[in-house]
């Protein structure tokens, strides 16, 4: 029997710098270690590197996630931008309707030139 006075004593770990973590990381999704090699190589415990590879898939997910995001923002602004040469086609369109008395609606794609009275 063990004395009642014995205490199990963590392993003590030293601080891993970004650039190990982000090391250890590339080299186990690259297939170059595995997560028990890797958590022997670096004296890290392999739930250390588990918790490492989570959130950088995690944060890789956020960072596509704000790439969509911004390139939504882009299409609509290109939509508003399109909406607005389109409203703005048509007001002219109006406009030379009215001057000229012509229903350019009717008119065949690229006969407009030709139909219209001249002055």
Not at 47 to 66: A, C, F, H, K, P
Not at 76 to 84: A, P, Q, S
Not at 91 to 114: C, F
Request: glycine residues 4%.
């Amino acid at each position: 029997m063990k004395p009642q006075n014995e205490h199990w004593r963590k392993k003590s770990y030293q601080k891993v710098t970004l650039e190990t973590k982000l090391l250890v990381v590339d080299q186990i999704l690259n297939g170059q270690l595995s997560t028990n090699f890797a958590s022997k190589k670096y004296d890290v415990p392999r739930t250390t590197i588990t918790y490492w590879l989570r959130e950088y898939s995690t944060l890789v997910q956020q960072n596509q996630g704000m790439g969509k995001d911004k390139e939504i923002r882009k299409l609509k602004e290109k939509i508003e931008e399109l909406e607005f040469q389109k409203d703005f086609q048509q007001d002219i369109i109006a406009d030379m309707e009215l001057i000229t008395g012509v229903d350019m609606s009717n008119l065949p794609a690229g006969r407009q030139e030709s139909r219209c009275p001249k002055h």
